[in-house]
């Protein structure tokens, strides 16, 4: 009995099974490390931001904010009030300085949608500069989140339920009919599966967000159309990796999804609340582009956010690319392995 017992636990605990059991614990570890090395200790850093003054007044307030310790504001002097909101409706500068030299009292403009931590961060900040100054700030909200989006988080919550639910798509098609596809129409035919569940997850998303639950004021339809682009390009992203690594490739996803992009998306904290490392990989990755994105969609009437439609592109392109390749690559050493021709290779 103890012998049959021992023998089923080494059949059981494979080198593959440990390998894997490892892979997890790593996983574990980085997530912790990546969320609370992005999210424990948010500051201001180099955030864009504009001042209204006049000329007399604009170069010493310029110069006083750039010498704040932690160097937390860019500033730049701005013509006046109108091109300050422009540049905040643009999503060019985070927040503005409206100095009024013939009173005590300033105007600050800030932009909740983009980020309500931000815009508190900011308030906080400025009204410490000027009580130094002996003077007082007034702050006007020009992009104000919806009242329902409490903390403006609910971009970030529909990009993550996007990007979650895509590579459980996709590692549900490895898991059900083998991690690497045994050939090119079977590699097309999970892409046509996952373009299927990107426009019925992205359409399922913006309806839920706006029309049921009035979280977010954006278009609907452009709404969709981000969602089914993200939810293709998490997905494609995943049956590649999946391709190139097998069941392992599920993993990496999540590595790339989950543990490096959600804490640098911008949601909890914006990009320029977050330490370098997390503020440069951010735009790069699918949940930090599809967040500005929603953000803009919802607050911003769309403006900026090209760079993030691009990003979101490359990934659903290298994707389908990769993932074809992939099954080509495999269908060829699998016939070379059985000794037969390559099918897509023609004799005379």
Not at 12 to 32: D, K, M, N, S
Not at 85 to 97: F, S
Not at 106 to 111: E, G, N, R
Not at 237 to 242: E, F, I, K, R
């Amino acid at each position: 009995m103890k012998q049959s017992t021992l023998s089923e636990v080494k059949d059981a605990v494979t080198p593959r099974a440990t390998l894997l059991v490892i892979g997890v614990i790593a996983l574990q570890l980085l997530f912790v490390a990546s969320y609370v090395g992005a999210l424990h200790e948010p500051r201001l850093k180099d955030v864009p931001f504009g001042v209204v003054a006049p000329q007399a007044v604009a170069g010493q307030t310029v110069a006083r904010l750039e010498a704040l310790p932690g160097s937390p504001l860019d500033p730049r002097a701005l013509p006046d009030e109108r091109t300050a909101r422009q540049q905040l409706v643009n999503r060019e500068i985070d927040g503005a300085l409206v100095v009024r030299p013939a009173g005590t009292t300033d105007t600050l403009l800030v932009a909740s949608g983009g980020g309500r931590a931000l815009s508190l961060a900011l308030e906080s900040l400025l009204t410490a500069v000027d009580k130094n100054q002996g003077r007082t700030v007034r702050t006007v909200d020009v992009a104000p989140s919806s009242p329902h989006d409490f903390n403006s988080l609910s971009s970030f919550y529909l990009v993550i339920g996007w990007c979650v639910g895509a590579y459980l798509c996709a590692s549900i098609l490895a898991i059900s009919a083998g991690a690497r596809p045994a050939n090119p129409t079977r590699a097309a035919t999970r892409l046509g599966t996952m373009t299927l569940v990107a426009l019925a997850g992205g359409l399922g998303g913006a309806v839920i967000v706006g029309p049921i639950l009035g979280a977010l004021p954006g278009s609907v339809w452009a709404l969709w159309g981000l969602g089914a682009l993200l939810i293709f390009a998490v997905g494609a992203a995943t049956l590649a990796l999946q391709g190139l690594f097998g069941v392992i490739g599920i993993g990496l996803a999540i590595l790339l999804v989950v543990i490096a992009g959600n804490p640098s998306a911008g949601g909890a904290f914006p990009a320029p609340m977050l330490p370098p490392f997390w503020e440069a990989i951010g735009p790069a990755l699918p949940p930090g582009a599809g967040t500005w994105a929603a953000r803009s969609i919802s607050y911003f009437h769309g403006n900026d956010m090209t760079s993030a439609l691009l990003v979101l592109s490359a990934w659903a392109v290298a994707g389908v690319l990769i993932t074809m390749l992939a099954a080509v690559l495999r269908r060829r050493r699998t016939a070379e392995a059985d000794g037969a021709p390559d099918p897509a290779v023609r004799t005379p």
